[in-house]
């Protein structure tokens, strides 16, 4: 295997090393929000998923607010949780496919931790400045009374994150390395 990972084999396996990492990293940011969320008793992690999803599902019924400050008023809808999550993975294996392109493409290197968390770090502004504004919460949760929680969760989920897609990456070719050995 050389240097660059990414070149080395087949769409085929470069669709499953997407996949792997991705979902890899989504069971690492869950599981970083659920300690949080234990920590300082925030209630569910799904919670926030549901929230997202009913906020796609009006959006694409086109009766959604950019912010919206009555968020919290809508009622439950069906298919939120799905939705929400669905969004979650792909939002995951985006980031992954993007940290794929920084990685192999451009920089032309190996895996390395550094760029995956500047990566993630800079990506913190989607939940801070789209998706809590969306969900009633403010610009960076400035309307939710645990604001500061609000981002000292986003930064800690960020960083597992990025630590996730360096990890991932590394084991995935060493799992892909070693079942071609065999």
């Not at 009633?136 to 400035?142: F, S, V």
């Not at 930064?155 to 892909?176: D, E, N, P, Q």
Request: hydrophobic share 50%; net charge positive.
């Amino acid at each position: 295997m050389s240097n660059n990972y990414f070149n080395d084999h087949g769409i085929k396996i470069k669709i499953i090393a997407l996949f792997f990492v991705g979902i890899f990293g989504a069971i690492v940011i869950d599981a970083s929000a659920k300690i949080v969320t234990e920590i300082y008793n925030m209630g569910s992690v799904l919670a926030g998923y549901q929230s997202l999803g009913r906020y796609i599902i009006i959006l694409f019924s086109g009766e959604a607010l950019f912010p919206d400050p009555n968020f919290s008023k809508i009622p439950k809808l069906k298919g939120e949780t799905f939705v929400g999550l669905s969004a979650h993975i792909f939002v995951c294996l985006i980031d992954t496919y993007l940290y794929f392109l920084l990685s192999f493409k451009i920089l032309k290197s190996r895996p390395k931790i550094l760029p995956a968390l500047i990566m993630m770090w800079l990506f913190m502004f989607m939940p801070l400045y789209l998706e809590m504004p969306a969900l009633g919460l403010g610009w960076a949760g400035a309307d939710s009374p645990i604001k500061d929680i609000l981002l000292l969760r986003t930064f800690i989920c960020h960083t597992c994150y990025g630590l996730a897609l360096y990890v991932g990456t590394v084991l995935f070719y060493k799992l892909l390395k070693f079942y071609k050995s065999n």
